[in-house]
């Protein structure tokens, strides 16, 4: 009985980060993404705990505090600092208009659905059935990084594939080993480090984070 | 065997301690002699872990956290050996920039440091067991790079390593999805532990992975490494950030990052070929190969500043051993390590002697660099040199590994002959065309005398004429060696 509750609740969860990424892609308003961001952070948070009740594995434990305290917290908080302190426009501009951008992010879902079903059969994990949605949630990521034109929603953009790509690995094998995990998350808070160190830098030389006016300052 | 895990650890932790005390280290002067210092250090190090590991074969260290055999040993003497010569290299010439670009004392402080965890990071990606590991590894790498390419925080360079950034963030993200899938096949076998990442228990159970996971896990391996590879479609990161970081960066990016990415590719297809037991990975890397050799040759011909050009070359060069590990035979896995050795060595050195030119003509552009030969002769010709060499003249051992690579060719894939041919020529003939006028002509007026240091560039030229000349024979064993080892025969 417990056991069908919680996959219940995984499977809740998968569809709470699938929503999240849509939300992400669709939002206008700079301020908004860093919300929905700061959930994934959140949700991927709990359902790092769960996976931890279901398969016993103590270190996930503390994998999901780490999660709830770094991409829960300390990234959109470092973010939006980064955003007031730089008085960022609040506008998002996308490369492609929105109803477009839905499309294709609709598209990918359906072909990470084509691709990953069959492999999920074989998996005898309780949380197996995530695998395609969290695939879809890492190329919806994907879609939002490449059709910005901000550095900042970039930089989210890039963040959440991390997120993405924690949840793939928690849905498909109960999360990597420790070591690795570890790792990922140092390299991702350095990464964070040199994110904010141009942002820095693009504000000195540029006086914008636009990529179109980096790109065209830099041609100069 | 306690001999070579002392070895083993001295190299691995040289350049760690290294970077770490560089990062507060004042005096530039002061710390280009200790970057030079721990270069040296790890050069000696891994050579006595390569002639260690030479005499008893391969094995784990550290609780088979790390594994040695003939194959990333030898990419680590490389390594070692290019790190070195580079930090020879870039004494006098970051202290040519820092005086004639005022670059703050805190900037040469930072290159430093970055350089020498460049180099772990390498080190790391080379040994590790652990093919999580080998990603963070990588990611590590990149990173310190990615602030050495912003170096000069000039507009076009804080662009570019934003470019680099984002790219190579895309493309690894890939591969750890791709990581994530072979975890998710191989944790049936061995559980989850560490274990379902260990390099060297994966291969021994290869044949017990899922094909179908492994295949897909192999795509996105595919284009994560292929990206830092440079492969084309994905490398538009790589000319950028070569023509726009400081010239020892663009060096050591070309002759041995891309190796070790490189280097996780061909591990990974070791580990598909014997899950699926087919030959579809090699094919895939064939075509990306190809594709980038094409590419990269006509793109050649489009350039104005120097360095974008030969960080063409590279993908072009790159786009051949990728081609050669994809064919995958014994021959052809022999020619493609001679091509990454002799590649890293003269394009390094290609770049070190562009770097000069570079500051002598005081500018990066080819229409203004002309009259080498005349105006500085050891520049000139080390241009002159470096090109024939990269362009596969005989007896440079680009000749050498290129001719391997076209008998391994005819063997098994006739039918590439004739595009990979025409994508040299081309190549070379773009090279040419450029090279020839900047060599000869008349230099213009506001060339300035500099000092160069062109020791390193002839130290590296010399050693590509010996390979092509002749290969000494503990060297060609080892090759073979590591060629077996690659083409799925058994571990050493």
Not at chain 2, 246 to 275: H, I, W
């Amino acid at each position: 009985m417990g056991d069908v509750m919680l996959q219940e609740a995984i499977s809740v969860a998968a569809s709470l980060m699938l929503l999240i990424s849509f939300a992400l892609l669709a939002q206008h308003r700079l301020l908004s993404v860093l919300h929905w961001f700061a959930a994934q952070g959140v949700v991927l948070a709990l359902t790092t705990l769960l996976v931890a009740v279901i398969s016993g594995h103590n270190e996930l434990y503390f994998s999901a505090l780490m999660t709830l305290l770094l991409k829960g917290a300390l990234l959109p908080w470092l973010l939006w600092r980064i955003i007031r302190k730089m008085h960022v426009h609040r506008e998002v501009e996308p490369l492609v208009n929105m109803p477009v951008t839905m499309f294709i992010a609709l598209t990918l879902v359906l072909v990470c659905f084509y691709v990953a079903l069959p492999i999920e059969r074989m998996s005898q994990l309780v949380t197996h059935n995530t695998l395609a949605i969290a695939m879809a949630t890492v190329f919806l990521s994907m879609l939002m990084m490449i059709t910005r034109k901000k550095a900042i929603t970039q930089v989210i953009g890039f963040l959440s594939i991390e997120n993405a790509l924690f949840f793939t690995a928690i849905g498909a094998t109960h999360g990597m080993p420790m070591i690795v995990e570890l790792g990922v998350a140092f390299d991702v808070l350095i990464a964070a480090i040199i994110f904010g160190l141009f942002f820095t830098h693009m504000r000195s030389t540029f006086d914008s984070l636009d990529l179109d006016v980096i790109q065209e300052k830099s041609k100069r | 065997m306690t001999g070579t895990m002392n070895w083993f650890i001295f190299t691995l932790l040289s350049p760690l301690i290294g970077g770490l005390l560089l990062a507060f280290i004042r005096q530039p002067a002061r710390s280009s002699a200790i970057n030079i210092g721990f270069s040296c250090a790890t050069l000696i190090g891994s050579l006595g872990l390569a002639v260690a590991v030479l005499q008893q074969g391969s094995h784990e260290a550290l609780a088979g956290f790390f594994f040695l055999d003939a194959y990333n040993v030898f990419l680590i003497t490389l390594t070692s050996f290019v790190s070195l010569t580079t930090s020879i290299f870039s004494g006098p010439y970051m202290r040519f920039e820092w005086l004639h670009r005022d670059l703050p004392e805190q900037r040469l402080r930072l290159y430093h440091a970055m350089f020498q965890l460049f180099v772990f990071g390498m080190l790391l990606g080379f040994t590790t067991n652990n093919i999580g590991v080998l990603w963070i590894a990588l990611e590590l790498a990149t990173l310190a790079t990615v602030l050495l390419v912003s170096l000069y925080r000039t507009p076009a360079s804080i662009a570019a390593a934003w470019k680099y950034f984002m790219l190579a963030g895309m493309g690894i993200a890939l591969a750890l999805l791709g990581t994530i899938l072979i975890f998710f096949t191989s944790s049936t076998i061995f559980g989850h532990s560490n274990d379902a990442l260990t390099w060297t228990l994966l291969f021994a159970h290869a044949s017990e992975l899922d094909a179908r996971v492994m295949m897909m896990a192999f795509a996105f391996l595919m284009v994560g490494y292929g990206t830092k590879i440079g492969l084309a479609p994905m490398h538009a990161w790589l000319p950028d950030a070569h023509a726009e970081g400081p010239t020892p960066v663009s060096a050591v990016l070309s002759g041995l990052l891309l190796n070790l990415a490189l280097y996780a590719l061909v591990r990974f297809k070791m580990l598909v070929d014997g899950a699926t037991g087919t030959a579809m990975a090699g094919h895939i890397m064939i075509a990306f190969g190809l594709f980038s050799l094409c590419i990269a040759a006509l793109s050649l011909h489009k350039q104005h500043d120097i360095k974008r050009m030969f960080s063409f070359s590279s993908i072009e060069h790159m786009g051949l051993m990728t081609v050669a590990f994809g064919i995958g035979t014994p021959l052809a896995n022999f020619a493609g390590l001679l091509h990454m050795t002799v590649h890293s060595l003269v394009k390094s050195g290609i770049f070190f002697t562009v770097g000069h030119a570079a500051q002598a003509m005081g500018s990066q552009n080819m229409e203004q660099i002309r009259g080498l030969i005349r105006h500085h002769p050891g520049i000139g010709w080390g241009l002159l040199i470096g090109t024939a060499a990269i362009a596969g003249f005989p007896p440079f051992g680009v000749f050498t590994s290129e001719f391997l690579l076209f008998s391994a060719i005819l063997d098994t894939h006739p039918w590439l002959v004739l595009p990979l041919l025409t994508g040299l020529l081309v190549a070379f003939a773009g090279l040419f065309r450029f090279v020839q006028p900047m060599v000869f002509g008349q230099a213009p007026e506001h060339a300035i005398a500099i000092k160069a240091n062109m020791l390193p560039v002839y130290i590296h030229f010399a050693l590509a004429l010996l390979l092509g000349l002749a290969i000494p024979g503990p060297l060609a064993n080892w090759y073979e060696q590591a060629a077996t080892l690659i083409a799925g025969g058994a571990p050493l």
